[in-house]
């Protein structure tokens, strides 16, 4: 057998004694469903024979890892957001890793503040949304493991929600459903995904030959969209494509503040499929893919610490989900 570090056994160690890869001998702890069960059992026996301990304080020391990875998100009372964190926390501890998580509050300078102060704790970092320059996102790739999520930056690793296939088949429903005047309520304009389906939306009413208007809501939340839409009805607009869910239940109390019905007086979609269980009438949605990115993100961020290659680029398709917020135009809805 190989010789101890400091009377220790390592990773290295049991990886060379069973004859495969460190990354293969760390699943066997880690996501020991990734690898055939005899190589786990067989991997497991030999670390047992050299004393090896996966504990992560010990795996720390002998590897010169944190056994921390650090999750940022723009802003976490925003339903998109908690099912992604709890898809890479679960993955996280079934990998023995503890997950610190940042909340920037929209603020670029504030993610700066994050990045900088969990640098050094964490052995890798999940941008969700953010909201640095590409240059600062690049430097830190470059220093530390990272994925993203929603961003997309060629050279980083990143997962990217499309949503834009959804986007034109909520168009392609509105239409079917005699539509000729809708409204795109949007979001913060530096967001990745505002900027896909905004782009999407005005590609889509151009081919259709649709009037659109840009309600430019700046950060999304609950009041953004109630209070837009007095706004909204002023452009003619008979349907809306929000930017999310959030805006989409403002959306919805506000007509019902108005002694107005949706469906029957307006149409009204949202993106993200993270409330259609809360909301009156049922929210038709873009799905969004919410936890799937968060699980693509850590298996992603896994592999890089590891060191190993993955696919710099993962791509999770949106759909339209079709409930109960649409319907067919009315020639009064006005």
């Known amino acids: 057998m190989t010789s101890k570090r400091n009377g220790r056994a390592t990773l290295a160690d049991v990886a060379a004694a069973a004859g495969v890869s460190k990354s293969t001998a760390s699943r066997a702890f880690s996501r020991p469903e990734l690898i055939r069960p005899e190589n786990v059992e067989r991997i497991r026996r030999i670390a047992a024979e050299l004393g090896y301990t996966a504990d992560p304080r010990a795996r720390?020391?002998?590897?010169?890892?944190?056994?921390?990875?650090?999750?940022?998100?723009?802003?976490?009372?925003?339903?998109?957001?908690?099912?992604?964190?709890?898809?890479?926390?679960?993955?996280?501890?079934?990998?023995?890793?503890?997950?610190?998580?940042?909340?920037?509050?929209?603020?670029?300078?504030?993610?700066?503040?994050?990045?900088?102060?969990?640098?050094?704790?964490?052995?890798?970092?999940?941008?969700?949304?953010?909201?640095?320059?590409?240059?600062?996102?690049?430097?830190?790739?470059?220093?530390?493991?990272?994925?993203?999520?929603?961003?997309?930056?060629?050279?980083?690793?990143?997962?990217?929600?499309?949503?834009?296939?959804?986007?034109?088949?909520?168009?392609?429903?509105?239409?079917?459903?005699?539509?000729?005047?809708?409204?795109?309520?949007?979001?913060?304009?530096?967001?990745?995904?505002?900027?896909?389906?905004?782009?999407a939306v005005v590609q889509a009413a151009a081919h259709a030959g649709l009037a659109l208007s840009v309600l430019e809501l700046g950060r999304p939340s609950y009041e953004a969209g109630r209070e837009c839409v007095g706004s909204m009805i002023a452009?003619?607009?008979?349907?809306?494509?929000?930017?999310?869910?959030?805006?989409?239940?403002?959306?919805?109390?506000?007509?019902?503040?108005?002694?107005?019905?949706?469906?029957?007086?307006?149409?009204?979609?949202?993106?993200?499929?993270?409330?259609?269980?809360?909301?009156?009438?049922?929210?038709?949605?873009?799905?969004?893919?919410?936890?799937?990115?968060g699980a693509a993100a850590l298996d992603t961020l896994l592999a890089l610490i590891d060191g190993e290659h993955p696919e710099q680029r993962t791509a999770i398709a949106g759909h339209l989900v079709h409930r109960a917020s649409v319907s067919a135009v009315r020639q009064h809805a006005r």
């Open 60 to 199: 720390a020391l002998s590897t010169g890892r944190t056994a921390n990875i650090a999750v940022i998100v723009p802003d976490i009372a925003n339903p998109f957001f908690p099912p992604l964190v709890r898809a890479v926390e679960s993955g996280a501890e079934r990998a023995e890793l503890a997950v610190f998580l940042g909340d920037t509050d929209e603020s670029a300078s504030r993610e700066r503040v994050l990045v900088d102060r969990l640098e050094k704790q964490v052995d890798g970092f999940v941008l969700a949304s953010p909201r640095l320059p590409d240059a600062q996102i690049r430097e830190l790739a470059e220093r530390v493991p990272t994925v993203l999520i929603n961003r997309d930056i060629p050279g980083v690793h990143r997962v990217l929600v499309d949503a834009a296939t959804g986007v034109r088949e909520a168009v392609e429903l509105l239409i079917a459903l005699g539509h000729r005047a809708i409204a795109y309520l949007a979001g913060p304009p530096e967001s990745w995904a505002d900027q896909q389906r905004r782009a």
């Open 235 to 293: 452009t003619g607009a008979t349907a809306a494509i929000a930017f999310d869910d959030v805006i989409a239940h403002g959306v919805l109390a506000g007509f019902a503040t108005l002694g107005r019905e949706v469906p029957a007086d307006f149409s009204v979609i949202g993106c993200d499929d993270v409330l259609a269980a809360t909301t009156f009438p049922a929210l038709t949605t873009i799905s969004g893919g919410s936890a799937a990115s």
